[in-house]
T-cell receptor, first 116, second 114 residues
Framework: AQTVTQSQPEMSVQEAETVTLSCTYD???????LFWYKQPPSRQMILVIR??????QNATENRFSVNFQKAAKSFSLKISDSQLGDTAMYFC?????????????FGKGTKLTVNP | DTGVSQNPRHKITKRGQNVTFRCDPI?????LYWYRQTLGQGPEFLTY????????KSRLLSDRFSAERPKGSFSTLEIQRTEQGDSAMYLC????????????FGNGTRLTVT
């Protein structure tokens, strides 16, 4: 079974600074996808960034980038120039296309607070 | 794209009562998922539909839980004889059939069983 571990229950960062959220996963699959989702307080979960395991290049979306280390099974999220609106729960998630449902397996989340 | 809609947003019920939640996915999405999220945890997969067919159910989905998607559009999740341990946020998500199409989540239904 696949598992996703987020070892930082809470983190805080000053506005405009950079923060990195950690995520490790365990799988025996070779073909899979990794995701970071953001869940703001009382709002719906939205996709932040996605990484295909077969791609060596780290994904980037504006201020969000990942450090994907396949051998170490590590998938960290870096948020640059943090903004107050980045305050949210961040969930790392894993998905394998094997088996058809493509369901996501989530970590427990990291609560990020951006301070003014 | 009106997004994934879930109703009600909140439900408070007494132990032993039945509850039903509704999810309206994005209209062109074939895939529909239900997840459960408890305090301090990430969402946990409950069940998956492709069109009207329920193709996968988690072991978390006890016999008291049933989900339907009768016409391949909206879905309902019913919990019979609710227990306090059923208190959680129930999330619905949808995606298209194309490979690695991202999941779009609804706002969820928060269930409190007293």
């Amino acid at each position: 079974a696949q598992t996703v571990t987020q070892s930082q229950p809470e983190m805080s960062v000053q506005e405009a600074e950079t923060v990195t959220l950690s995520c490790t996963y365990d799988t025996s699959e070779n073909n899979y996808y990794l995701f970071w989702y953001k869940q703001p307080p009382s709002r719906q979960m939205i996709l932040v960034i996605r990484q295909e395991a077969y791609k060596q290049q780290n994904a980037t979306e504006n201020r969000f980038s990942v450090n994907f280390q396949k051998a170490a099974k590590s998938f960290s999220l870096k948020i640059s120039d943090s903004q107050l609106g980045d305050t949210a729960m961040y969930f790392c998630a894993f998905m394998t296309p094997q088996g058809g449902s493509e369901k996501l397996v989530f970590g427990k989340g990291t609560k990020l607070t951006v301070n003014p | 794209d009106t997004g994934v809609s879930q109703n009600p947003r909140h439900k408070i019920t007494k132990r032993g009562q039945n509850v039903t939640f509704r999810c309206d996915p994005i209209s062109e999405h074939n895939r529909l998922y239900w997840y459960r999220q408890t305090l301090g945890q990430g969402p946990e997969f409950l069940t998956y539909f492709q069109n009207e067919a329920q193709l996968e159910k988690s072991r978390l989905l006890s016999d008291r839980f049933s989900a339907e998607r009768p016409k391949g559009s909206f879905s309902t999740l019913e919990i019979q004889r609710t227990e306090q341990g059923d208190s959680a946020m129930y999330l619905c998500a949808s995606s298209s059939i194309s490979s690695n199409s991202p999941l779009h989540f609804g706002n969820g239904t928060r269930l409190t069983v007293t």
